[in-house]
């Protein structure tokens, strides 16, 4: 079983940037497709980014694409969600999670962290 621990949220002015942090115990990702997702209040939990484990091939989604990047450090276990050029609509909890390789929906990620609270101001 993964335990995925996130880190690195914060309260932000538009145009700025933030990192974010997910580190796995417990198991490494070795195998895992790994995915950064958000949920907004009153709206469903989205994709936001993924990264596969090998080879290290990458999705984002549209409203993101051009401005985060998803990143993994096999050493510290952990993967990294860059958010630069941020926009009040990214206000939202951000989760990571541990799935099957290849997959961006989110019923098929099993291994949840708990979420970090992500605020843009405008």
């Known amino acids: 079983q993964v335990q995925l621990v996130e880190s690195g949220g914060g309260l932000v002015q538009a145009g700025g940037s933030l990192r974010l942090s997910c580190a796995a115990s417990?198991?490494?990702?070795?195998?895992?497709?790994t995915g950064w997702f958000r949920q907004a209040p009153g709206k469903e939990r989205e994709i936001v980014a993924a990264?596969?484990?090998?080879?290290?091939?990458?999705y984002y989604a549209e409203p993101v694409k051009g401005r985060f990047v998803i990143s993994r450090d096999n050493a510290k276990n952990t993967v990294y969600l860059q958010m630069f050029s941020l926009k009040p609509e990214d206000t939202a909890v951000y989760y990571c999670?541990?799935?099957?390789?290849?997959?961006?929906?989110?019923?098929?990620?099993?291994?949840w962290g708990q979420g970090t609270q992500v605020t843009v101001s405008s």
């Open positions: 999670a541990a799935g099957p390789p290849g997959s961006i929906l989110i019923d098929e990620y099993d291994y």
């Open positions: 990264i596969q484990w090998s080879p290290p091939t990458t």
């Open positions: 417990g198991r490494t990702f070795h195998g895992y497709g």
